[in-house]
């Protein structure tokens, strides 16, 4: 008997949203990172495409996401990353799921609005 194969789509509950941002400065490095929630279903697992765009940058950046926690992080933690934000910068994301079998979907049309982590007044 053959397997079935997965023709279904990922399934976004929500469009993802800010849960946490963080800017702090440690021995060890730099957190300057986003977290968006992850309202994502789907029976294989799941990378999402995070295109990312500044007005500071001439073209957006794109990074593939594995979901931690239940969460989308975009942004540097602490000895590495996906995008190094300026402070409180504008930008927008573009989310689309990808599941095991390639099918692809996106939460909505249109790219999330959010704002970079502020620079904490005790750093300035």
């Not at 995008?83 to 689309?96: D, M, N, R, S, Y």
Request: glycine share 6%.
């Amino acid at each position: 008997m053959a397997a079935k194969t997965d023709t279904e789509a990922p399934h976004w509950t929500a469009t993802p949203a800010v849960v946490h941002q963080e800017y702090s400065e440690n021995s060890e490095g730099i957190n300057n990172y986003v977290f968006f929630s992850n309202p994502l279903e789907d029976a294989s697992p799941v990378l999402v495409r995070a295109t990312i765009q500044s007005a500071r940058l001439a073209a957006p950046v794109v990074s593939y996401l594995i979901p931690w926690q239940n969460q989308l992080g975009i942004g540097w933690f602490t000895c590495g990353g996906n995008f190094q934000f300026a402070f409180g910068e504008e930008c927008t994301v573009l989310f689309e799921a990808i599941d095991a079998a390639g099918n692809r979907s996106r939460p909505t049309g249109r790219p999330v609005p959010f704002q970079a982590p502020p620079r904490p007044a005790s750093y300035r």
